[in-house]
């Protein structure tokens, strides 16, 4: 067992990943911009080995004080899952860019997983076999030609990246690095006609996480286990 720290914790896909992490044992660190009004979450702090933190992961300042709180805690697992989907689909088009929420659309799905990471860079080093995965998308490979949401989809490549080039060098420091396609999960941002429910993503992540090593870091995977072309 170990400790398990989740950004974007509160609904859809990371409240499955606390929910199961928790009941298989784990100390989950869960987190939210707001915990007051995440009533599921509080409800499984009160159920089992779970702290809700506060962070804005688009903020420094935020994610800053989140390191400071965990100061001296060896995280097994760090998930970025937090993410968005950017500008209405008609505003992140070919010919007609919102480039204000494509920029923090590109904050929050690729900056702030490596904003976390290098915040949380000496809790993972405490850890005996640290891992780093970061919940991306199909729609950010590059061998993918979907013409539609390129604000979110851009965002998601340059994620991408950075974690394969982060991986060949956070090896030296024994982290294994890994992104993960979640599938087409029936959440607030897939849409009731997903393929696939939230609890079905989330423990196939967990599963794919489990296999995360020095091995086959820098991987990109699918949720059901199944390596995705760059």
Known sequence: MGTVLITGANRGIGLEMVRI????GDRVIACCRDPEGADALNQLAEEGDVRVQKVSVGEAESVAAMA???E???IDVLVNNAGMGGPAYENQTVSNMDFEGWAETFNINTMAP???MQALDSNLKLAENPKVVSVTSQMGALDLDMTVA???CTSKAALNKFMRMAAVELAGQGIAVCVIHPGWVRTEMGGPGAAISPEESAQGMINVIARLNADNTGSFWTWDGETHAW
Do not use: E, I, M, P
């Not at 992490?21 to 298989?24: E, F, T």
């Open 21 to 24: 992490y928790a009941g298989q």
């Open 68 to 70: 400071k709180d965990l």
């Open 72 to 74: 001296g805690t060896a």
């Open 114 to 116: 490596v904003r976390v």
């Open 150 to 152: 390129y604000a979110y």
